[in-house]
């Protein structure tokens, strides 16, 4: 703080007020304390005092998740509590919303009341704005998806290689019309996924220009319109692979209004409760986040105790959970025997 108060010509107590947001300071001179910040990388530090008391460690780790109401996100949370408890350390859970701004903000956030470490699933285009915070030991491990621009441990998911298991299951069910209901292109796994899938079709001999493709699908209620223009158009889809559990709710709830739900067949990537008790049972490519979230817990305390080796990605396998609804046959052809 020292050091931000002489780059900016101001008394310490100023650069405090400023980055406690209190009244009592000109415009002017906000902007030249948080120019003078962001300069020297400033954070404020919101456990200053009990950072002395423990040896600089707050017992605390930072979790940053697309949104802890999903239930693949909540299951991570957990897992990673479950480990990490067992030491003692709190996990603090914030909501990306798969917005860059958002989380550039809440690490800022998190590195402002100085967690031992921290572990988050990336959106923005890179995650180089955290090596200044690697230069003093940050333990960060990234989750679901892999970093770009630092070199870190990450723990994910074989996306590519889940949605082309998909594929070739719909395709050995004597699928040749089949559709892609696809998250955020800006969001890696939905690339992945997308590519596995197609690669799959292309490997069977399927023309994938011609497969209908749509994306952006970024909640149910967008799924729901897409899974309906598909069906409603000149050359309908006879099986459906939809790229994560909110777009395979979408698409679920649109076949069920169409009375199709018994007719198109259906693969969602992600497991989610109670889609087995469904008509017929859902279709699904499993990940496993209570594998995901406790071997990034194992990784986070590894590095919080001092690990210095290199960083490497940990790819948790995924597995294809046979329900019914990937096992509809296209019309002409006698359902299988399952």
């Known amino acids: 703080m020292r050091h931000v108060a002489a780059l900016a010509g101001v008394g310490i107590k100023t650069v405090s007020r400023v980055m406690n947001n209190e009244p009592g300071v000109s415009e002017a001179t906000r902007l030249r304390v948080v120019g003078a910040s962001q300069q020297l990388n400033y954070q404020l530090d919101m456990a200053a005092g009990s950072l002395r008391r423990s040896g600089r460690q707050t017992l605390s780790v930072g979790l940053l998740l697309p949104s802890v109401s999903n239930p693949f996100s909540s299951e991570i949370h957990r897992a990673m509590e479950d480990a990490l408890s067992v030491r003692g350390i709190a996990v603090f859970a914030a909501s ?28 923005a285009r890179s995650q180089a704005y955290v090596i200044p915070e690697h230069s003093r030991d940050l333990p960060t491990v990234f989750i679901d998806r892999e970093p770009v621009g630092v070199e ?37 796994t ?26 952006g699908l970024h909640d149910e209620e967008s799924a729901r319109q897409a899974t309906r223009g598909l069906l409603g158009s000149d050359d309908p889809p006879t099986a459906i692979f939809s790229s994560q559990n909110l777009v395979t709710f979408g698409a679920m709830r649109g076949l069920k209004e169409l009375n199709a739900n018994k007719r198109i067949a259906l693969v969602g990537f992600d497991d989610f409760a109670l889609a087995d008790m469904m008509d017929p049972g859902i279709t699904v490519v499993a990940q496993h986040p209570e594998r995901i979230g406790k071997l990034a817990a194992e990784r986070i305390l590894a590095r919080i105790d001092g690990d210095q080796s290199a960083p490497q990605t940990y790819v948790v396998p995924s597995e294809l959970i046979v329900r019914g609804s990937g096992e509809l046959a296209p019309p002409g052809l006698p359902a299988p025997h399952l």
């Open 96 to 123: 990306l919303d798969d917005d860059p701004e958002r989380e550039k903000a809440l690490v800022a956030a998190f590195l402002g009341r100085r967690v031992d470490g921290l572990v988050l699933t990336p959106i």
């Open 152 to 188: 870190a441990d990450a723990v994910v998911t074989d996306n590519a290689a889940g949605a082309a298991k998909a594929a070739a299951h719909l395709i050995s069910r004597g699928h040749r019309k089949l559709a892609y209901l696809g998250d955020r292109t800006d969001i890696q």
């Open 190 to 215: 939905a690339r992945e996924r997308r590519r596995g899938f197609l690669e799959s079709l292309a490997a069977a001999g399927i023309a994938t220009s011609a497969v209908p493709i749509r994306e």
